[in-house]
């Protein structure tokens, strides 16, 4: 099942910051967070497997609820590197082999 | 870190031909790859799971015939569109993960390969 993420699409100023969500019917195996530049392959941003479980790097970091139906990514003080697109990626539980269902991701637009 | 190479990465064929994409991994076994399709501005559709040594596992709505997966070693995956048509036009992703200890659960896309049927 696919999860659901919001917003769609974000345009901030740089030096902003951002919050994207995703979510899901169900209790979840594991979430992880991908950008996508245009034309290019997703890049792998952090996955989190414990409910409760926060982490990050630098200037970008993402929490999963206790109940392990929800994440959100956050972006501090944005860069305008950070432009893309950001999906999740999901894992159910009892998913075989690490198959993970992608959002429909959220664009995020950084301006000078 | 480990790195998932496709080849190519882009790839112009008339209507009616066949295409093969090829998905390895560099410095990792996979058992399982993944095969992922792209439209323009929407998300990753999984197509199929890509299981080394045994058939492929389609998703639903994906014709086993047309999209012809082989996993024939440890580090390749080849995706084959047969008697592609315009409409299989695409952007075609594989993805792997590493396995084993130490493993951080991370997939490791490659850089994937745009698929244009004239």
């Known amino acids: 099942q696919q999860p659901v993420q919001s917003p769609q699409a974000v345009i901030l100023r740089e030096g902003e910051d951002a919050v994207i969500n995703c979510s899901s019917s169900k209790a979840l195996y594991s979430v992880h967070w991908y950008r996508q530049k245009h034309g290019e392959a997703p890049v792998f941003l952090m996955i989190l497997l414990k409910g409760g479980e926060q982490k990050g790097h630098e200037k970008i970091s993402a929490s999963f609820n206790e109940k392990k139906q929800q994440s959100s990514l956050y972006l501090t003080a944005s860069q305008l590197s950070y432009s893309g697109t950001y999906f999740c990626?999901?894992?159910?539980?009892?998913?075989?082999?690490?198959?993970?269902?992608f959002g429909d991701g959220t664009t995020l637009t950084v301006k000078p | 870190g480990a790195v998932v190479s496709q080849h190519p990465s882009w790839v112009i064929c008339k209507s009616g031909t066949s295409v093969k994409i090829e998905c390895r991994s560099l410095?990792?076994?996979?058992?399982?790859m993944f095969w992922y399709r792209q439209f323009p501005k929407q998300s990753l559709m999984l197509m199929a799971t890509?299981?080394?040594?045994?058939?492929?596992?389609?998703e639903q709505g994906v014709e086993k015939d047309k999209f012809l997966i082989n996993h024939a070693s440890l580090t390749l995956s080849t995706l084959t569109v047969t008697s592609a048509h315009p409409e299989d036009s695409s952007f075609y992703i594989c993805?792997?993960?590493?396995?084993?200890?130490?493993?951080?659960?991370?997939?490791?896309f490659g850089e994937g390969s745009r698929l244009t049927v004239l």
């Open positions: 990626g999901t894992e159910s539980l009892g998913t075989n082999a690490g198959k993970s269902t």
């Open positions: 993805s792997a993960r590493s396995e084993g200890l130490g493993s951080t659960g991370e997939l490791f």
């Open positions: 410095d990792f076994q996979a058992t399982t």
């Open positions: 890509s299981n080394e040594g045994s058939k492929a596992t389609y």
